[in-house]
């Protein structure tokens, strides 16, 4: 792989692109040929450009690895484009599984990110406007309090 003037990988090679994904992933070329079914010495022809990519090649490297096969075939979005993005079902999983939330918080999340922006902004002007409410509730229901205890006979006037 060759370097570019800042110093950074020039993965402009679908071949580059294959030693990307298993530098990313931390592999020796052996582990990453053997989770897709190839020898180490496949992979090193591979990512030298001995070897063209097949579709095969890349359909597994996809599935395998998790790789976004636009970036894999041509680049596009540069190297943070390299791997796809968490389904959104696998992200409300890990924090469901992260937190103990049940059905009901897995939906709340799921619903919420479903939204669009101008229904976001209203969930949240809903929740300000409830906290501020429930905020001078308790601080009348304290003070009321306060004032029972100070005067018992208050009790019997607020009755």
Do not use: H
């Amino acid at each position: 792989m060759q370097r570019n003037a800042k110093g950074g990988d020039n993965i402009s090679t679908i071949n580059d692109r294959v030693k990307a994904v298993r530098k990313a992933r931390g592999m020796t070329l052996e582990e990453f040929g053997k989770q897709l079914g190839i020898g180490k010495s496949a992979v090193s022809k591979l990512e030298k450009g001995l070897c063209k990519v097949t579709d095969q090649n890349v359909l597994s490297i996809c599935r395998v690895f998790d790789v976004n096969e636009d970036w894999l075939r041509n680049g596009t979005g540069g190297p943070e484009a390299m791997f796809n993005a968490p389904a959104l079902d696998d992200l409300v999983e890990q924090l469901a599984q992260k937190y103990d939330l049940d059905y009901i918080g897995r939906e709340v999340i799921r619903t919420y990110v479903n939204m669009d922006t101008a229904a976001r902004v209203s969930i949240s002007r809903f929740v300000m406007q409830l906290t501020r409410n429930v905020e001078r509730s308790e601080a009348e229901m304290l003070a009321q309090q306060a004032t029972t205890e100070n005067d018992p006979n208050a009790a019997e006037v607020a009755t």
